[in-house]
């Protein structure tokens, strides 16, 4: 097989550790030929050193100088850029074939685009783009010509579980979907009980070691609420065919359920290796590092519904799904500036919901027109949002 040169966009976080292990096991079929990150320089250059890539790009321009120190310092001769501008030209560019989109949060948008638009085979872990933005991600697909695998565990599992992982649900004979979700931290809890949750305990997942905007975006659902949209427009399944079951182990990662009764899973330990790896080698299979799955040592399986009168995030999303055009856009555009508030502690738990509600009812849902004009939409929302937050406070 040829040697395929991945740009891992967001090297630094959680995706992109997961992704660096899995290409480095198999040194043969990739090589991470661009890294880049946002603000963490002295990760970046050791990234660097341990995968020798072409291009390492700093989003923060102020940092490219210690960056270039670091390298000249530790002997690695890798290209340098930094800027915005410059990982969107990365993922576009010659030095990759596959893009890693694991950029969190709306600055992974224009790079994930353009990836699509490339023709790049796009491994999407950004979510957050294609909430934003899904018809404009999925035209951008099909003008490039390229594909996409999803790394999200559910998305991948659904991708898994339908035939050829094609969307063509209707002809496929799909009933539904049905998305596991583990429930965070707080599975279970009485709103009385969420009053005074902080950060630290919203970052403590109990299966997955993730960011923290995931983290936080678990604990109150909306990344449930996220992926529910995410799938709308990944397989074309309407709101009404898209299901949220809870299953707090997180060992099946997705169903599929078709008109005759056949219901499919995809099974495996909580681990995003196997969705990383499976995405990479797609439609082959490699090695991820993941210790095969016992179910004879695991509890039975458990499976319950979701509370959404406690958790009103998802069922939020699930508003702005139905609302259709750029309710999404503004859906997650609040909901970013809800989780950086609580995270620097200057908003609750529980107001996290409120505050994205308020600004869905302020900003009705417009058709999405473009791109330029959805990013206005998507400033609009975020002004909102800290205009509230500020009046809250
Ligand atoms: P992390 O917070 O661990 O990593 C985020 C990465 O994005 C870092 O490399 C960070 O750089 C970079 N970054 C942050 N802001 C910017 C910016 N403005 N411009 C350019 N780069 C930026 O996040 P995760 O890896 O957990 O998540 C990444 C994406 O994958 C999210 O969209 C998340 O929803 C999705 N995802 C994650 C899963 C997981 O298990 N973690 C599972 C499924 C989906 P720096 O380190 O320099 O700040
Ligand atoms: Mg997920």
Request: overall charge negative.
């Amino acid at each position: 097989s040829v040697l395929r040169k991945v740009a891992v966009l967001g090297a630094t976080g959680s995706i992109g550790g997961s992704t660096l292990d899995v290409i480095a096991r198999h040194p043969e079929r990739f090589r991470a030929s661009v890294l880049t990150a946002h603000s963490n320089v002295a990760e970046l250059a050791e990234l660097c050193a341990r995968h020798q890539p072409d291009l390492a790009v700093i989003a923060d321009p102020a940092l490219e100088g210690e960056l270039a120190r670091r390298l000249a310092a530790s002997g690695v001769r890798c290209e340098i850029a930094s800027g915005h501008d410059a990982i969107t030209a990365a993922a576009s560019g010659t030095l990759c074939d596959t893009v890693v989109a694991a950029i969190v949060g709306a600055a992974g948008l224009d790079s994930t685009l353009a990836a699509a638009r490339t023709g790049k085979r796009l491994l999407l872990a950004n979510k957050e783009s294609i909430v934003m933005a899904g018809p404009l991600l999925l035209e951008a697909l099909a003008a490039g010509g390229g594909e996409l695998i999803p790394v999200d565990s559910e998305h991948n599992a659904i991708f898994q579980c339908l035939p050829g992982g094609r969307p063509e649900l209707a002809r496929s004979g799909v009933r539904r979907l049905i998305l596991t979700a583990s429930g965070g931290p707080f599975r279970g809890r009485t709103r009385a009980e969420l009053a005074g949750v902080t950060p630290e305990q919203a970052c403590k997942h109990p299966n997955w070691v993730m960011g923290r905007k995931i983290s936080v975006d678990s604990a109150t659902l909306m990344n449930k609420g996220l992926e529910v949209i995410e799938a709308h427009h990944l397989f074309g399944a309407p709101a009404e065919a898209i299901e949220v079951l809870v299953h707090p182990q997180s060992l099946v990662h997705s169903l599929v359920d078709y008109v005759d009764g056949s219901v499919l899973a995809q099974l495996g330990n909580p681990d995003m290796r196997t969705a990383i790896a499976h995405a990479l080698a797609w439609p082959e299979r490699i090695s991820a590092g993941v210790p095969a799955l016992d179910l004879a040592s695991c509890a039975p399986l458990a499976f319950e519904q979701p509370d959404l009168a406690t958790f009103r995030c998802l069922a939020l999303a699930f508003q702005a799904l139905r609302a259709g055009g750029d309710a999404p856009a503004i859906l997650n555009a609040a909901n970013e500036v809800a989780v950086e508030a609580f995270l620097a502690g200057g908003l609750p738990f529980l107001a996290i919901a409120d505050l994205v509600e308020s600004v869905l009812t302020e900003l009705p849902a417009e058709p999405v027109v473009d791109l330029q004009s959805l990013n206005e939409r998507d400033r609009t929302a975020r002004e909102a949002a800290r205009r509230i937050l500020r009046n809250l406070c």
